[in-house]
């Protein structure tokens, strides 16, 4: 399956640092100049508007999902920036959903500013404390910049739909 569709999970806040609205802006046009459709929250304000907003303004196209568990179906990439409960919800779920084989989709994490870092610690000791194995870690692609998104999501390891038995310890 081409990669056409991805799914991006960012914040509705506008109070937020301005670094990740423009690094929010970075990763829409970049997704648009890549001919990627961004299926999104549908929100018009926050992270969320400036995504969209960059993307249309670079020519590209966007799906607006208010039910987030069809923000999945309708996308063969999912991406986590930086937000609230709502997307550390979102990308714990389409971690869970990959492993247990819901979904193949590649799932990249931009860590900007190391703000995924006790989450990614967590995820770690899940697997340290033999919750989760090893080849777990696979499930998901870290990047440190809008820069790498485009990378990791071409690069992202096979995971099979058939994942079920790898899903229990």
């Not at 929100?43 to 208010?66: E, F």
């Not at 930086?82 to 931009?110: D, N």
């Not at 870290?142 to 390891?157: F, M, R």
């Amino acid at each position: 399956m081409s990669l056409q569709r991805v799914c991006v999970y960012c914040a509705s806040s506008s109070q937020c640092d301005a670094f990740y609205f423009e690094e929010t802006r970075r990763l829409g046009a970049e997704l648009a100049r890549h001919g990627l459709t961004i299926v999104f929250g549908g929100g018009s304000v926050g992270l969320m508007g400036a995504l969209a907003d960059s993307a249309l303004a670079a020519g590209g196209k966007v799906i607006g999902v208010l039910p987030h568990f069809m923000m999945i179906e309708k996308s063969q990439g999912l991406i986590a920036l930086p937000g609230g409960s709502g997307t550390l919800e979102e990308l714990f779920e389409a971690i869970t959903w990959k492993r247990l084989g819901l979904h193949t989709h590649p799932i990249v994490i931009v860590n900007l500013r190391g703000f995924f870092d006790p989450a990614l610690e967590l995820l770690e000791r899940c697997i340290r404390e033999r919750f989760m194995r090893p080849q777990h870690r696979l499930m998901w692609s870290v990047v440190d910049s809008v820069d790498g998104v485009i990378g990791a999501l071409h690069n992202a390891p096979p995971w099979d739909r058939n994942a079920m038995p790898e899903a229990r310890v």
